[in-house]
C-alpha cells in the first residue's frame, strides 16, 4: 500500500491566524516590547479574549486606583455586558489580566505579575472587604469580587 501524502495528514486549514502577517502591535505601557508581542499573539489566540484587553485592563485598574486620598474606593458595577462596557466594572478588568496571567508564558507572565501584584496590594488596601461575601447566591472565588462594591444589595 503506498505511503500517504504529508499535505493529505495536515488539515487543509489552519485555523489559528497567522501572527507574522500582522503588524506588530502598540507597547503595553509599562512591560517590554516582548511581553507586549506575547499579549498580543494571547489576545489573537485565546478565545474570550479579544485584541487590546489586556492592555486595556491594565489601564482601567491603573484607573480605578488613581485617586489620591485615604478615602476607601468602591467598585461599580457595569451596566453593560459587551466587551467594552464590561470595563466599568474594574473586577471584569481583574478578571481579564488573571486570565491573561493564567496563559501566558513564563517570562511574559512573570513580567506583568510584577505589575499586577503592584495594583493589587493596592487595591486591596484601598477597598473594605464585603462581610457578606460568603453568604452571596453567586460564586466568588477570587478575593477582588468579595470586596464591598457601588450598588452593593440595593440595585
Do not use: K
Not at 54 to 82: I, K
Request: aromatic share 10%; glycine share 4%; hydrophobic share 35%.
Amino acid at each position: 500500500m503506498p505511503r500517504s501524502r504529508p499535505g493529505a495528514l495536515r488539515p487543509a486549514h489552519d485555523p489559528r491566524p497567522c501572527t507574522r502577517s500582522l503588524p506588530p502591535p502598540d507597547r503595553i505601557h509599562g512591560l517590554s516590547s516582548r511581553t507586549s508581542l506575547a499579549i498580543h499573539r494571547l489576545e489573537l489566540l485565546t478565545p474570550g479574549l479579544h485584541l487590546g484587553a489586556v492592555d486595556y485592563a491594565l489601564r482601567r485598574y491603573e484607573e480605578f486606583l488613581r485617586p489620591p486620598g485615604r478615602r476607601p474606593l468602591y467598585p461599580r458595577m457595569a451596566d453593560c455586558d459587551c466587551h467594552w462596557h464590561a470595563f466599568d466594572d474594574v473586577r471584569h478588568a481583574r478578571d481579564i489580566l488573571e486570565e491573561a496571567l493564567e496563559h501566558l508564558p513564563p517570562r511574559p507572565r512573570a513580567e506583568l505579575n510584577r505589575q499586577v501584584r503592584r495594583l493589587d496590594t493596592e487595591f486591596h488596601a484601598r477597598t473594605l472587604p464585603d462581610p457578606f461575601a460568603d453568604r452571596r447566591t453567586w460564586r466568588v472565588d477570587r478575593w477582588w469580587h468579595r470586596r464591598l462594591w457601588e450598588w452593593g444589595e440595593w440595585r
